[in-house]
Nanobody, 128 residues
Framework: QLQLHESGGGLVQPGGSLRLSCQAS???????VAWFRQPPGEEREGVACIVGTRDDYANSARVRLNVSRDYGKKTVDQQMNKLSPENTDQYYC????????????????????????WGRGVQATVTS
Protein backbone atom coordinates (compact mmCIF):
# COMPACT_ATOMS: atom_id res chain seq x y z
CA GLN A 1 0.00 0.00 0.00
CA LEU A 2 1.14 3.54 -0.71
CA GLN A 3 2.77 5.15 2.33
CA LEU A 4 2.70 8.91 2.93
CA HIS A 5 4.64 11.01 5.41
CA GLU A 6 4.22 14.75 6.02
CA SER A 7 6.92 17.10 7.20
CA GLY A 8 7.60 20.82 7.41
CA GLY A 9 5.13 21.83 10.09
CA GLY A 10 5.97 23.88 13.12
CA LEU A 11 5.51 27.26 14.72
CA VAL A 12 5.34 30.45 12.68
CA GLN A 13 4.36 34.05 13.38
CA PRO A 14 1.33 35.67 11.74
CA GLY A 15 2.15 36.74 8.21
CA GLY A 16 4.83 34.10 7.87
CA SER A 17 5.10 31.07 5.63
CA LEU A 18 5.45 27.33 5.89
CA ARG A 19 6.22 24.73 3.26
CA LEU A 20 4.75 21.31 3.94
CA SER A 21 6.06 18.25 2.15
CA CYS A 22 4.35 14.92 1.56
CA GLN A 23 6.84 12.13 0.92
CA ALA A 24 5.45 9.07 -0.86
CA SER A 25 6.84 5.55 -0.92
CA UNK A 26 6.32 5.22 -4.67
CA UNK A 27 5.90 7.42 -7.72
CA UNK A 28 2.72 9.47 -7.77
CA UNK A 29 2.07 9.35 -11.51
CA UNK A 30 -1.14 7.39 -11.04
CA UNK A 31 -2.50 9.17 -7.98
CA UNK A 32 -4.49 12.22 -7.14
CA VAL A 33 -2.88 13.83 -4.09
CA ALA A 34 -4.68 16.20 -1.76
CA TRP A 35 -3.96 18.31 1.29
CA PHE A 36 -6.48 18.51 4.11
CA ARG A 37 -6.66 20.65 7.21
CA GLN A 38 -8.34 19.73 10.47
CA PRO A 39 -8.92 22.45 13.05
CA PRO A 40 -9.19 21.28 16.66
CA GLY A 41 -12.60 19.73 17.28
CA GLU A 42 -13.70 20.09 13.66
CA GLU A 43 -14.00 17.84 10.64
CA ARG A 44 -11.23 17.32 8.13
CA GLU A 45 -11.50 19.69 5.17
CA GLY A 46 -9.76 19.60 1.81
CA VAL A 47 -7.75 22.67 0.82
CA ALA A 48 -5.76 21.63 -2.27
CA CYS A 49 -5.24 18.75 -4.67
CA ILE A 50 -3.21 17.85 -7.73
CA VAL A 51 -3.56 15.14 -10.36
CA GLY A 52 -1.86 14.98 -13.73
CA THR A 53 -1.63 18.50 -15.07
CA ARG A 54 -4.58 19.71 -13.02
CA ASP A 55 -4.76 21.26 -9.58
CA ASP A 56 -7.47 22.83 -7.49
CA TYR A 57 -7.75 24.95 -4.36
CA ALA A 58 -10.43 25.69 -1.83
CA ASN A 59 -11.85 29.16 -2.32
CA SER A 60 -10.81 30.24 1.17
CA ALA A 61 -7.18 29.27 0.54
CA ARG A 62 -6.67 30.11 -3.12
CA VAL A 63 -4.71 33.32 -2.56
CA ARG A 64 -2.37 31.77 0.01
CA LEU A 65 -1.64 28.21 -1.13
CA ASN A 66 0.32 26.61 -3.92
CA VAL A 67 0.70 22.87 -4.38
CA SER A 68 3.45 21.30 -6.46
CA ARG A 69 4.62 17.80 -7.34
CA ASP A 70 8.07 16.38 -7.97
CA TYR A 71 7.87 13.03 -9.76
CA GLY A 72 11.53 12.24 -9.22
CA LYS A 73 11.50 12.91 -5.48
CA LYS A 74 8.03 11.39 -5.08
CA THR A 75 6.84 14.41 -3.15
CA VAL A 76 3.92 16.80 -3.16
CA ASP A 77 4.56 20.11 -1.43
CA GLN A 78 2.19 22.76 -0.18
CA GLN A 79 3.48 26.31 0.14
CA MET A 80 1.44 28.30 2.65
CA ASN A 81 1.88 32.07 2.76
CA LYS A 82 0.41 34.96 4.72
CA LEU A 83 -0.55 32.69 7.56
CA SER A 84 -2.85 33.77 10.36
CA PRO A 85 -3.85 32.15 13.66
CA GLU A 86 -6.95 30.82 11.86
CA ASN A 87 -4.60 28.56 9.88
CA THR A 88 -3.51 26.71 13.02
CA ASP A 89 -4.48 23.19 12.02
CA GLN A 90 -3.34 19.64 11.69
CA TYR A 91 -2.47 19.10 8.02
CA TYR A 92 -2.67 15.79 6.20
CA CYS A 93 -1.76 14.61 2.74
CA UNK A 94 -3.85 11.94 1.09
CA UNK A 95 -3.82 10.00 -2.18
CA UNK A 96 -6.25 8.10 -4.37
CA UNK A 97 -5.36 6.01 -7.40
CA UNK A 98 -6.59 7.10 -10.81
CA UNK A 99 -5.75 3.82 -12.57
CA UNK A 100 -8.68 2.89 -14.77
CA UNK A 101 -10.11 6.39 -14.76
CA UNK A 102 -10.71 7.85 -18.20
CA UNK A 103 -10.74 11.40 -16.84
CA UNK A 104 -8.19 12.54 -14.26
CA UNK A 105 -9.45 15.35 -12.09
CA UNK A 106 -9.64 16.40 -8.48
CA UNK A 107 -11.67 18.85 -6.46
CA UNK A 108 -9.96 20.42 -3.47
CA UNK A 109 -13.11 20.50 -1.37
CA UNK A 110 -14.10 16.90 -2.09
CA UNK A 111 -14.83 14.62 0.84
CA UNK A 112 -12.00 12.86 2.63
CA UNK A 113 -13.72 9.54 2.02
CA UNK A 114 -12.56 9.69 -1.59
CA UNK A 115 -8.93 9.08 -0.56
CA UNK A 116 -7.57 5.70 0.46
CA UNK A 117 -4.00 6.51 1.59
CA TRP A 118 -3.20 8.97 4.36
CA GLY A 119 -0.24 10.38 6.19
CA ARG A 120 -0.21 10.72 9.95
CA GLY A 121 -0.49 14.50 9.79
CA VAL A 122 1.68 17.42 10.85
CA GLN A 123 0.86 20.36 13.09
CA ALA A 124 1.11 23.95 11.91
CA THR A 125 0.72 26.60 14.60
CA VAL A 126 0.46 30.30 13.82
CA THR A 127 0.89 32.53 16.84
CA SER A 128 2.71 35.64 18.00
Amino acid sequence: QLQLHESGGGLVQPGGSLRLSCQASERLDYYAVAWFRQPPGEEREGVACIVGTRDDYANSARVRLNVSRDYGKKTVDQQMNKLSPENTDQYYCAAATVIGQAVHLCVAEAAATGYSSWGRGVQATVTS
